[in-house]
């Protein structure tokens, strides 16, 4: 195999041969003939036996390669009927190539080697040099497109240069095939008019029949382009099965049928929203079916509005820029309230966790699930970080009530004490990632949500109980609509009230965002049960270092797009004066939205406000992060300030320019 491999790499010797002739050709001239006649047979009898020599090894290079691969003919020089080449793993020259390899190519044997990539332009060997004996990605040459395999062959000396056979398989036909079936491969979407029931209440049978025909025409027109099927499932929820070949066409326009149905409006002036949800890639109808099921209900807990396409891997967000509109039913929250306190009744214990350093949401939305459990006789304990979280106030007020007294218990003690029969209720958050302690979400197999933030790719699956309301201000909202339905005004501690009261004051920043209706029916609930609004206010406020501190954070913001702020800070601060600092910029006339940044150990931390159409929910999601549309933040993994600087400001173009 050695002296095989050693003969390979003769050199050309055109070069001295020529250097021969000069000198032959110089001693002519000089007149001095007999050393030209001795040079010049010389010269002859060298070139004889070099293309002897040359024929010979061309001759052995074949057969070295027919036996190398065990091939059983030769047909026009060939070795195999695929294109081949033999490779100098060096520097890339070709040693020897078949006429297939020269036909598809254009590549000429001449003495002089030749490098590889000047034939087969932007098609590199390194996966060959790797150990693979196959390339990653295919090639098209002369049309047709193949797909390249390899060997290397090294000699026992190491010192000995490598060589590569490639040999190359057209697979054009196959390719066709295979294109034109991932093309054809049906998409199953599920189109659902989100606010149906608000369009159509207090209408007589005709204005919800010519209703009816308007939305019809609207989704209608818009599938026509793609030349699907089309069928009316329920009053507002259509089927439309189409091939994969116009998804694209379908994600460049944006959806435009979630735009299109907005001129649609009801007597009363309602604008029509739907939801699409879309099924991909799934292994028969039935599974691509489910994940466009799986996509509307995404759709639908992020707000509406919007399309969503799930595949066998992730989901994908389109649209979603609107704010959310209530679409609640207290029909739900009572059937909600039941099922959660059957749970628990069935409980050996629960317990109640919020999201990473818990905020007053996430601690009033879980005193509010414990007054729920006590209301049934069970014991529950609520998993907090006491030495991290953006309670301190309201915790040590908590913890001097005798009911409170062992409640509060730490990620690890919950893991000891947990067994099978416990549940888990996560307030505040759907992310697994967010959660106070991720281990104990793993550990226990019963798991109910209640969250009022935009759901993401991420959520917490599976989960027995879901009370997930994006329209919903706060958790502590939420919670309270539950506790009407579950416990009596006797059951509720004046220090539970308090802790709701707080979380829905933070979340709506003293009622001025995001509030509804049943945010007020909520608080005035509250109020009843002994909030007191006043001592709620002096948990938010702050003392006289963090006040100037939190005025820095202003003053070093900057004005992007006239009418957003950005803080960038180069030094770590709290995460309450973060938003508080993101809070007060919108303070400022012309500011609809203002992102704070700033480092946290590894990690930088983002927390954007808004109150005016930039869905800062939408904006952050790029980076990672979640929210609702008025309030979101972020916590990206080893990178800069700068870094992250630039990703927000990217993603904000692409949320105006989109």
């Known amino acids: ?94 040693l020897w190539a078949n006429d297939r390899f020269c036909s598809i190519t254009g590549y000429q044997k001449q003495y002089l080697p030749q490098p590889f990539s000047a034939h087969v332009p932007h098609f590199g060997i390194d996966w060959l040099a790797s150990g693979k004996t196959e390339s990653p990605y295919d090639i098209t040459l002369s049309g047709r497109r193949y797909r390249v395999h390899g060997s290397l062959f090294r000699a026992e000396d190491p010192d000995s240069t490598t060589v590569g056979m490639l040999y190359f398989c057209d697979l054009s036909e196959l390719y066709q095939v295979r294109d034109e079936y991932i093309r054809s491969r049906p998409v199953v979407s599920i189109i659902l008019i989100d606010n149906y029931e608000e369009l159509t209440k207090n209408l007589t049978e005709g204005a919800i029949s010519s209703l009816n025909a308007r939305l019809n025409d609207a989704i209608t027109k818009w599938t026509e382009d793609y030349h699907g099927l089309l069928r009316k499932l329920e009053r507002n929820r259509f089927l439309f099965v189409f091939e994969k070949r116009d998804l694209n066409r379908a994600i460049q326009g944006k959806f435009s049928l979630l735009e299109d149905v907005h001129e649609i409006q009801s007597p009363s002036g309602l604008e029509a929203s739907v ?19 799986l996509s509307i209900e995404m759709a639908l807990s992020r707000g509406g509005d919007q399309a969503v396409i799930k595949d066998r891997f992730n989901f994908t967000f389109y649209g979603g820029r609107n704010k959310e509109a209530d679409h609640r ?62 309670a301190e106030k309201l915790l040590a007020e908590i913890l001097e009530v005798p009911e409170y007294k062992d409640v509060f218990i730490s990620g690890q003690e919950a893991l000891v004490r947990c067994d099978n029969h416990s549940t888990l209720v996560v307030v505040d958050t759907n992310r697994p990632d967010q959660v106070e302690c991720k281990p104990l979400l793993e550990a226990i197999p019963k798991v109910c949500v209640v969250d009022h933030h935009r759901r993401a790719a991420d959520y917490i699956n599976p989960v027995v109980v879901n009370f997930h309301a994006p329209y919903a201000s706060s958790a502590a909202e ?23 009261m707080a979380g829905i004051f933070l979340d709506t920043k003293s009622f001025n965002v995001r509030t509804g209706e049943r945010t007020f029916e909520a608080a005035a609930v509250l109020r009843q049960w002994g909030a007191e609004t006043v001592e709620v206010k002096k948990l938010l406020q702050n003392d006289f270092q963090d006040t100037m501190a939190k005025y820095q954070i202003i003053k070093a913001a900057r004005l992007y797009r006239q009418e957003i702020a950005i803080a960038a800070l180069n030094a770590s601060t709290s995460r309450t004066l973060a938003a508080q600092a993101a809070d007060e910029l919108l303070n400022i006339s012309g500011i609809t939205a203002s992102f704070v940044l700033y480092p946290d150990a590894e990690q930088v931390i983002v927390s954007a406000r808004s109150i005016g159409d930039a869905n800062v929910q939408v904006i952050l999601e790029p980076l990672g992060g979640g929210g609702n549309t008025a309030t979101a933040g972020a916590q ?16 904000i173009d692409s949320f105006y320019e989109g």
């Open 1 to 94: 195999m050695n002296k095989k491999l050693k003969r390979l790499f003769w050199p050309g010797l055109w070069v001295y041969f020529l250097f021969l002739a000069g000198f032959t050709a110089a001693a002519v001239l000089t007149r001095n003939y007999i050393l030209a006649a001795v040079e010049g047979g010389l010269s002859l009898i060298l070139l004889t036996y070099y293309i002897f020599c040359r024929n010979r090894h061309r001759k052995e290079i074949q057969e070295y390669v027919k036996t190398a691969f065990s091939a059983d003919q030769q047909t026009d020089g060939a070795v195999t009927p695929f294109p081949m080449v033999l490779v100098r793993m060096g520097d890339g020259c070709i």
């Open 275 to 293: 939801s699409i949800g879309l099924g991909v890639d799934g292994a028969n109808f039935e599974e691509s079916y489910n994940f466009a099921a």
């Open 329 to 390: 039913s207290k029909v739900r929250s009572r059937v909600t309230a039941n099922s959660l306190m059957e749970l628990i009744g069935q409980s050996s214990q629960v317990f109640i966790m919020g999201h990473k350093n818990a905020d007053l949401d996430a601690v009033g939305a879980a005193m509010g699930i414990s007054c729920m459990c006590r209301k049934k006789g069970k014991k529950a304990y609520i998993v907090l970080d006491q030495e991290r979280n953006m």
């Open 478 to 500: 939420l919670v309270t609509e539950l506790l009407q339905y579950a416990v009596e005004k006797s059951d509720v501690l004046p220090i539970e009230a308090k802790s709701l």
């Open 636 to 651: 990206i993994q080893n990178v800069s300030v700068k870094e992250v600087l630039d990703q927000l400001v990217a993603s």
